[in-house]
């Protein structure tokens, strides 16, 4: 994947490599038995103006009262299993991407996918493991053919994966809706994109870690064909500005609602910069910005006030 971005953004910048914990290090030992990840950033590039990796994996996690409460709010005490508490012992990893986009006509670009498990306090043999992830575009220009291809792309895999009256209640539609209703601000009442996918509380089993693998194998895919398409269109310095105005809003999200901006900023001696790697490189904030009726601007935040069907 990192090759790939390198080569479509054709800039000498490569990415950066920042390991930190049991990664900081290529003691094999240190990789396998401690926390830690790898952080790798590409700025400034031709394509990509800030773009960011990020592999993150916990163990031996102590779940506080707060995170065990908010686990508890979403599990289905109908399903049975263990019921996560305070103090259950956890193991996590994660692997994520987001590309903000130079030209204004290229979506930012972001997904992630997660397994998180957790293991009882009191009782050795009872645990639980769940998957977690999406996939989702924030565009600052509509060009509909684009994010329509995008979202019958996720609908193709998700359908190969979840038919109708699947175990797990799943659909690209079920998905899509998620989306939509997790990448919220409600003080805007609008949407930070136009979504894709989104999924958490996945039972981790064998058919779920294949359609976890698929959602992170599409990543390339479905958003490389838009680089190539418009990563060299020309654009104004207004429409540049209206990108950074965006922009905005989706810094917004990160800090205020954010699951996993909260999550990280929650632990002892944060890394703040890896947790806040996903912020975008530019932004502005004009007080009272309204785009001007009948604009393209203006359109985008129609969308984005009522989501629409891209299938």
Same mark, same amino acid.
């Not at 090759?3 to 900081?24: C, L, P, R, T, V």
């Given at each position: 994947?990192?090759?790939? %971005?390198?080569?479509?953004?054709?800039?000498?910048?490569?990415?950066?490599?920042?390991?930190? +914990?049991?990664?900081?290090?290529?003691?094999?030992?240190?990789?396998?038995?401690?926390?830690? *990840?790898?952080?790798?950033?590409?700025?400034? +590039?031709?394509?990509?103006?800030?773009?960011?990796?990020?592999?993150?994996?916990?163990?031996? +996690?102590?779940?506080?009262?707060?995170?065990?409460?908010?686990? =508890?709010?979403?599990?289905?005490?109908?399903? *049975?299993?263990?019921?996560?508490?305070?103090?259950?012992?956890?193991?996590?990893?994660?692997?994520?991407?987001?590309?903000?986009?130079?030209?204004?006509?290229?979506?930012?670009?972001?997904?992630?996918?997660? %397994?998180?498990?957790?293991?009882? @306090?009191?009782?050795?043999?009872? @645990?639980?493991?769940?998957?977690?992830? *999406?996939?989702?575009?924030? $565009?600052?220009?509509? %060009?509909?053919?684009?994010?329509?291809?995008?979202?019958?792309?996720?609908?193709? /895999?998700?359908?190969?994966?979840?038919?109708?009256?699947?175990?797990?209640?799943?659909?690209? @539609?079920? /998905?899509?809706?998620?989306?939509?209703?997790?990448?919220?601000?409600?003080?805007?009442?609008?949407?930070?994109?136009?979504?894709?996918?989104?999924?958490?509380?996945?039972?981790?089993?064998?058919?779920?870690?294949?359609?976890?693998?698929?959602?992170?194998?599409?990543? /390339?895919?479905?958003?490389?064909?838009?680089?190539?398409?418009? !990563?060299?269109?020309?654009?104004?310095?207004?429409?540049?500005?209206? =990108?950074?105005?965006?922009?905005?809003?989706?810094?917004?999200?990160?800090?205020?609602?954010?699951?996993?901006?909260?999550?990280?900023?929650?632990?002892?001696?944060?890394?703040?910069? !890896?947790?806040?790697?996903?912020? $975008?490189?530019?932004? @502005?904030?004009?007080?009272?910005?309204? $785009?001007?009726?009948?604009?393209?601007?203006?359109?985008?935040?129609?969308?984005?006030? =009522?989501?629409?069907?891209?299938?």
């Amino acid at each position: 994947m990192i090759s790939k %971005i390198e080569q479509a953004d054709g800039s000498e910048n490569a990415f950066s490599m920042d390991g930190w +914990g049991g990664f900081a290090s290529d003691n094999e030992d240190d990789q396998q038995s401690k926390s830690g *990840g790898i952080t790798r950033v590409i700025q400034g +590039g031709n394509v990509v103006e800030k773009g960011a990796c990020s592999l993150t994996v916990i163990r031996n +996690g102590v779940l506080t009262a707060d995170r065990a409460a908010t686990i =508890q709010g979403r599990q289905k005490q109908e399903d *049975g299993g263990l019921v996560v508490k305070e103090g259950d012992s956890y193991s996590a990893a994660a692997l994520s991407v987001v590309l903000h986009t130079r030209n204004p006509f290229v979506p930012t670009f972001r997904s992630d996918v997660r %397994i998180f498990f957790v293991k009882s @306090a009191t009782d050795d043999s009872s @645990a639980t493991a769940w998957f977690g992830g *999406g996939s989702d575009l924030t $565009p600052y220009y509509l %060009i509909d053919e684009d994010i329509s291809k995008f979202h019958k792309d996720l609908k193709s /895999m998700c359908d190969s994966h979840f038919p109708e009256n699947n175990e797990y209640d799943l659909s690209h @539609a079920k /998905m899509k809706q998620l989306c939509d209703e997790y990448f919220y601000l409600p003080a805007r009442s609008e949407h930070r994109g136009t979504g894709g996918i989104f999924f958490d509380d996945l039972p981790a089993t064998t058919s779920t870690l294949s359609f976890v693998k698929d959602v992170a194998q599409g990543w /390339m895919p479905s958003w490389l064909p838009i680089v190539e398409k418009n !990563g060299n269109r020309e654009f104004t310095d207004e429409q540049k500005h209206w =990108q950074c105005l965006r922009r905005g809003r989706y810094l917004e999200f990160n800090l205020l609602y954010d699951r996993g901006v909260k999550f990280g900023l929650a632990n002892n001696n944060p890394r703040v910069e !890896g947790v806040m790697v996903s912020a $975008p490189p530019k932004i @502005a904030f004009d007080y009272n910005h309204v $785009p001007e009726e009948g604009s393209e601007e203006e359109r985008l935040v129609k969308v984005l006030k =009522q989501p629409k069907d891209w299938c």
